[in-house]
């Protein structure tokens, strides 16, 4: 880790400790707590969870078990893009599933894993709330409804190659 | 028909507070205030035969007469917006075109039982439904229609937006109170009964968004006016039905509740999409029985969709077509209740993923005869799992078995998925 880095670590730990402040270290305000935490640091690992035990006075069982419950909390890094395949009712009539493998395929990742190189995570949700517009996919936080496999791949790669590479 | 839920929706933006109020909004807020007792509010909603709409239906003036009269401490309002369902996305759309009407049903409801402080369970993904509520939170409060004194009354209310960290489960009324302490959502045993003991110990209430959004016009126009709104004499009031799937338009509509199946797809959805013959729906929502052709005259409404075998439930119809093999549909809701399970009990962690290898070797084409008694054995057992979910998720297995047979039985004698999935 350089100093840059170091610094930056530094302000998300003082961000998420203001946080906890506002909310008194109060233990039932954890959910609202590992929110945070996540928006800081993007996923949370072993170390923040401790951290979060420590201040709330909660056992670190009873944190990781309410982060491993919700589907929101990340306990492992994400790719710097993310593509969600909804498999909801709706979407799986219309072809949602069968989108899912064949990205599966194309990416050579399976659904909930990241690729080796960080550059992607694929998963997969069941109901978004938007079932008339199925299949639905999100990427990268934005909806592509009415989506197929041609666009999706092309919208995709796009992104993967617009990375900033240069260290 | 848009007389309650969708009557102040612009087409392509959220109602404001102006808007809202130059059409009768808040009005009904002040003459509860002025005019009402809580317990005239409360009878109010008794009488107009209000029943939940979040899926079970229950009557919801009766729901708040639970809540004990004189324990001492706060009790609290929670509005169950944790809409996870597949094929259901009624209160989204509400949330994102009026948020109005649910702070001022919550402001009736918590004026009603002598609540003061009152929650929105929110889910996670629903992030403009979130901002506009919290929106119109806002403006509300500037209003005076929320914070204390309301209106120049003696009544207090602040509304807190929680947004859930996601799980299905959440949706569960009980399990819904331990995510809002923070902790893992499991259900918790009942008795006690949320309204004598909910969140944090105290008498609790939970309700849906399109049951709370319901309540001003009923104290404004009074219970008979409610009642006539339905499409059939022992209905009451209007229901949303999002209609998903193989029809021509997929829309969310508000409706008489107690229109039949046919008049929804036929007249208001288009029909089905060119080249589309019906072979059956979910009526309800992911944990419903499915209806077929012979349905299509069922009046949706509570009653007459159980006395059909299913269920209304949210009202979330996703409408399958000749190409949807059902076994692969049933295959895929069962997932998402395998997957949601809380784990808490063990007929619903172990049954639910049983049942899901069994359909899954049918569907492969590697199904016994066995494998349907077996799964008719899940039906029946898995309804003594410890709350509503499991039982729920074998809703679309018992309809498979019921209707579709003839479809399993191909499954396994021909050694493939007839519909060549």
Known sequence: MNVHDSHRADDRHRALERVMQQHRLRPDSLIEILHAAQ??????????????????RLPPSLVYGVASFYHAFRLEPPGRHRCTV????????????????????????????????????????????ACGLAPLIVIDDEACPHASFGPVVERLTASLDGEDTSP | MNDILFRHNRPDRAVTLDE??????????????????????????????????????????????????????????????????PGTYKDR????????????????????????????????????????????IAQAHKAGFLGSAICGSTFNLELDVHQSAGRYICGEETALMNALEGIRANPRSKPPFP????????????????????????????????????????GAGTKLFCVSGHVQKPLCLELPIGTTLGEIIDTHCGGMRAGSTFKAC??????????????????????PVAK??????????????????????????????????????????????????????IEAG????????????????????????????????????????????????????????
Request: with cysteine.
């Open chain 1, 39 to 56: 928006r800081q640091f993007g996923w949370l690992d072993r170390d923040v969870l401790g951290l979060i035990a420590a201040r709330l």
């Open chain 2, 282 to 303: 979910i009526p309800g929502g992911a944990s419903t029985p499915y209806f077929t052709r012979d349905h299509r005259t069922v009046p949706l409404d509570f009653d």
């Open chain 2, 195 to 234: 309204a004598v003991k909910g969140l944090w110990g105290q008498p609790t209430v939970v309700n849906n968004v399109e049951t709370l959004s319901n309540i001003p016009a009923i104290v404004a126009h009074g219970p008979a006016w409610f009642k006539a709104l339905a499409a059939t004499p022992e």
């Open chain 2, 20 to 85: 809202y109020r130059a059409e009768g909004g808040f009005q009904a807020l002040q003459k509860a205030l002025a005019d009402l007792s809580p317990d005239a509010v409360q009878q109010t909603v008794i009488d107009s035969g209000l029943r939940g709409r979040g899926g079970a239906g229950f009557p919801t003036g009766k729901k708040w007469s639970f809540v004990p009269r004189n324990l001492p401490g706060p009790r609290y309002l929670i509005c169950n917006c944790d809409e996870m369902e």
């Open chain 2, 93 to 136: 759309v509400l949330l994102e075109r009026n948020p109005y009407l649910l702070v001022e049903g919550m402001a009736l409801a918590c004026y009603a039982l002598g609540v003061e402080r009152a929650f929105i369970f929110i889910r996670r993904g629903y992030e403009l439904a979130a901002q506009n509520l919290k929106g119109a």
């Open chain 1, 86 to 129: 909804c498999t909801g009712t709706s979407c799986h009539l219309k072809g949602g599933s069968r989108l899912l493998q064949q990205l599966e395929q194309h990416f050579g990742i399976a659904c909930g894993a990241t690729a080796p190189d960080g550059s992607l995570t694929l998963e997969n949700v069941r109901c978004l709330g």
């Open chain 2, 308 to 361: 059909a075998g299913s269920r209304l439930g949210t009202g979330g119809v996703v409408v399958f077509d000749q190409t949807t093999c059902m076994v692969a549909a049933t295959l895929n809701l069962v997932r998402f209740f395998a997957r949601e399970s809380c784990g808490w009990c063990t007929p619903c962690r172990e049954g639910l993923p049983f049942v899901q290898h069994i359909l899954e070797r």
């Open chain 2, 366 to 421: 590697r199904g016994e005869m066995a494998d349907m008694d077996i799964l008719r054995e899940h039906v029946h057992k898995l309804n003594y799992a410890f709350c509503a979910l499991a039982p729920g998720a074998m809703g679309p297995v018992e309809g498979l078995l019921r209707l579709f047979e003839d479809e399993v039985r191909e499954h396994i004698t021909g050694g493939k998925c007839p519909l060549g999935n």
